[in-house]
């Protein structure tokens, strides 16, 4: 069936630091792709989407490519500030969504 | 604030206990979904409801059931409650059907559940 695998946290960063958090996929069909983000003591909020292959996502400064040959997902951001501490989900969706197990973030000052 | 909303913020029952929770989605949202966040089972999606009707299934046990009212909001109907039931329950929506190819869901802020 269709799975997300995301890399283990927490990753730890200082401020202004580059973000990579891998997220890899296996769908059947053409899934749109998406990644949520979590603060603390939040619910899920939606941080950017691409629903076919090449699209690009972005929002506040973070970015993430569907690249449909490496089917990956992975999310960038070039300089992480420390309010954007929280656990970050792939997920892909055609009517449910399926998540990775979540990646902790923490940026320290 | 995306819009939707969840009752009760936090729930505290004992085992064997049956318990309610609430949603109401976003306003023109007709597709309400229940997910289930755990530690040790992470984020799973539990059931979907599209306009009243039940419209696909995941991990969802036989002792939980939900229902869709015609206003639109949700209930998930937990019971003969465990300790492993313990969670975070969020109800999303979408204003798609199911089997869309682009399904973007706004989440509300769960219902954490504690069984003692």
């Known amino acids: 069936g269709d799975s997300v695998t995301q890399m283990e946290g927490p990753v730890t960063l200082s401020e202004e630091a580059f973000l990579t958090i891998n997220c890899t996929y296996t769908?059947?069909?053409?899934?749109?792709l998406f990644w949520y983000v979590q603060y603390p003591g939040e619910g899920l909020q939606l941080l950017l989407k691409a629903t076919k292959a090449d699209d690009k996502g972005s929002n506040k400064g973070f970015e993430a490519t569907y690249r449909k040959e490496t089917t990956s997902f992975h999310l960038e951001k070039g300089s992480v500030q420390v309010s954007d501490s929280a656990v970050y989900f792939c997920a892909l969706g055609s009517y449910k969504l399926i998540f990775g197990s979540g990646t902790r973030l923490l940026v320290r000052p | 604030d995306s819009g939707v909303t969840q009752t009760p913020k936090h729930l505290i029952t004992a085992t064997g206990q049956r318990v309610t929770l609430r949603c109401s989605p976003r306003s023109g949202d007709l597709s309400v979904y229940w997910y289930q966040q755990s530690l040790d089972q992470g984020l799973q999606f539990l059931i979907q409801?599209?306009?009243?009707?039940?419209?696909a299934k995941g991990n969802i046990l036989e002792r939980f059931s939900a229902q869709q009212f015609p206003d639109l909001h949700s209930e998930l109907n937990l019971s003969s409650l465990e300790l492993g039931d313990s969670a975070l329950y969020f109800c999303?929506?979408?204003?798609?059907?199911?089997?869309?190819?682009?399904?973007?869901?706004?989440f509300g802020p769960g219902t954490r559940l504690t069984v003692l």
């Open positions: 409801y599209y306009n009243g009707e039940e419209r």
């Open positions: 999303a929506s979408s204003v798609v059907e199911t089997r869309s190819a682009y399904n973007e869901q706004f």
């Open positions: 769908a059947t069909g053409y899934p749109s």
